[in-house]
């Protein structure tokens, strides 16, 4: 890593100033040891030996002066109007990174608190950070220095909620701010839940949101996760989930982007449990000069794991996309089951896809296969319709919703699903595929 002082400066004022206003506790200790680590390492700007950030620039991020987010009274006809929302979901808005308690619901099937409620109470949350590492990430680091105002979710063994949570963390667009959102979930042995977590808003200027995302799923027990990134086209986001697996145990993952300058989500999903399974799937719409990169990682550490990697992208303008999909598979792990697959369609001459999945096998009694795939429409497909009456921009476009929609009907959240077709379908391009 390479860092240049000058540019921490404007973050280790705003620790100072949160460290100070808080009592010594459980919540301070952490934030100090990770301010000692991201001082340490810095933002990963280097370009040579920086694997991992190898196909992204983050320098615009590092140079910005970026300050605090402060709270806002935002008032809730504006969340929802860029959020999905239902009355039969539990929804917990965060404006900024601050929880937002007279927009919020409360959760009679679940144990639900923020961390300002458990700093207050100095009740610790022994788990936190255990699953992200922060020691070779600064924003990682960095997000952990501001550990403040997150949501702790618990699910008690056996316990099926109904209700899925619905997580808004919303940016006012206040201009030159940082929020810092992070979440905790526990699904004990035997429950199940269903996770909504949304990053919406933004406005005209820059600004950066930066979340970390820890998730244990316990024996039995079955966790679907969805995850939305809607921000404004002048937003910084960089996003971790971190996954642990016990035995017998579901992670479902869908995934979408539509909006950010530049937006990074890096996931990654330990199995560390027998016969126990993960499908993740995404999809990404990147237009203009947009740059999203996915960094997803599964790990089988245990035998007779499932896994499945199913990323879409659709590409326009001059923008850019990277896909880093890594499957490991120990030498415990025999009887893996493991597929990823990263497929792009490329809308303009002037945009690109990197994509790198990789495969890691160190057991010898294995089921697993990888690709990736770029490119446009073939004409046999195209000629297909148009021979059955549709014209050029119909079948252009019902190709593209098709393509899109593999994904987006794999949500088994109806509002969801169509909040998710009415935002990603009516944003395509209208496009003549033209051979």
């Known amino acids: 890593m390479v860092r240049n002082v000058a540019e921490l400066d404007h973050y280790s004022?705003?620790?100072?100033?949160?460290?100070?206003?808080?009592?010594?506790?459980?919540?301070?200790?952490?934030?100090?040891?990770?301010?000692?680590?991201?001082?340490?390492?810095?933002?990963?700007?280097?370009?040579?030996?920086?694997?991992?950030?190898?196909?992204?620039?983050?320098?615009?991020?590092?140079?910005?002066?970026?300050?605090?987010?402060?709270?806002?009274?935002?008032?809730?006809?504006?969340?929802?109007?860029?959020?999905?929302?239902?009355?039969d979901w539990t929804n917990v808005v965060f404006v900024n990174g601050h929880f937002r308690k007279d927009l919020s619901d409360s959760s009679d099937e679940l144990d639900m608190s923020?961390?300002?409620?458990?700093?207050?109470?100095?009740?610790?949350?022994?788990?936190?950070?255990?699953?992200?590492?922060?020691?070779?990430?600064?924003?990682?680091?960095?997000?952990?220095?501001?550990?403040?105002?997150?949501?702790?979710?618990?699910?008690?063994?056996?316990?099926?909620?109904?209700?899925?949570?619905?997580?808004?963390?919303?940016?006012?667009?206040?201009?030159?701010?940082?929020?810092?959102?992070?979440?905790?979930?526990?699904?004990?042995?035997?429950?199940?839940?269903?996770?909504?977590?949304?990053?919406?808003?933004?406005g005209g200027d820059y600004s950066l949101t930066n979340s970390v995302s820890e998730i244990f799923v316990g024996e039995d027990a079955e966790v679907n996760h969805y995850r939305l990134l809607s921000e404004s086209e002048h937003t910084f986001d960089v996003g971790y989930g971190r996954v642990n697996l016990s035995d017998n145990s579901v992670f479902n993952s869908r995934s979408f982007f539509k909006g950010a300058n530049i937006g990074r989500y890096d996931l990654n999903v330990l199995i560390d449990g027998e016969y126990a399974s993960c499908d993740l799937q995404g999809l990404y719409f990147t237009?203009?000069?947009?740059?999203?990169?996915?960094?997803?990682?599964?790990?089988?550490?245990?035998?007779?794991?499932?896994?499945?990697?199913?990323?879409?992208?659709?590409?326009?303008?001059?923008?850019?996309?990277?896909?880093?999909g890594t499957v490991l598979v120990r030498k415990i792990a025999q009887k893996t089951d493991s597929v990823q697959s990263d497929k792009n369609l490329i809308l303009s001459p002037d945009a690109e896809v990197d994509s790198k999945p990789a495969l890691?096998?160190?057991?010898?009694?294995?089921?697993?296969?990888h690709g990736a795939t770029a490119g446009n429409v073939d004409a046999d497909t195209l000629f297909y319709m148009r021979s059955r009456g549709i014209d050029l921009e119909t079948a252009s476009k019902l190709l593209i919703y098709g393509f899109a929609g593999e994904v987006i009907d794999k949500v088994e959240v109806s509002e969801l699903r169509d909040y998710l077709e009415e935002a990603f379908l009516t944003s395509l391009p209208s496009y003549r595929f033209e051979f």
């Open 114 to 202: 923020t961390l300002a409620e458990l700093d207050q109470k100095d009740t610790p949350v022994d788990e936190l950070g255990s699953l992200i590492d922060i020691s070779d990430d600064g924003f990682a680091a960095l997000n952990t220095s501001f550990l403040q105002d997150g949501i702790v979710l618990r699910v008690e063994e056996g316990k099926k909620v109904k209700s899925p949570i619905n997580l808004v963390f919303y940016s006012d667009g206040t201009p030159g701010v940082v929020s810092h959102p992070r979440i905790f979930v526990k699904a004990d042995r035997g429950s199940s839940v269903s996770v909504i977590e949304n990053y919406v808003g933004g």
């Open 287 to 324: 237009s203009g000069d947009q740059h999203m990169d996915n960094f997803i990682n599964i790990d089988h550490a245990q035998p007779h794991g499932t896994s499945n990697l199913f990323y879409k992208g659709i590409l326009d303008g001059k923008s850019r996309a990277v896909f880093g």
């Open 360 to 369: 890691f096998i160190y057991a010898d009694d294995v089921k697993c296969a």
């Open 13 to 87: 004022s705003d620790f100072q100033k949160l460290q100070g206003s808080n009592k010594d506790n459980w919540i301070t200790e952490i934030r100090g040891r990770a301010m000692e680590t991201f001082t340490d390492i810095g933002l990963p700007i280097a370009r040579k030996g920086n694997e991992k950030w190898k196909y992204t620039n983050v320098a615009p991020i590092a140079r910005l002066p970026f300050k605090l987010a402060g709270s806002s009274n935002t008032p809730i006809n504006v969340i929802k109007s860029v959020s999905p929302w239902s009355a």
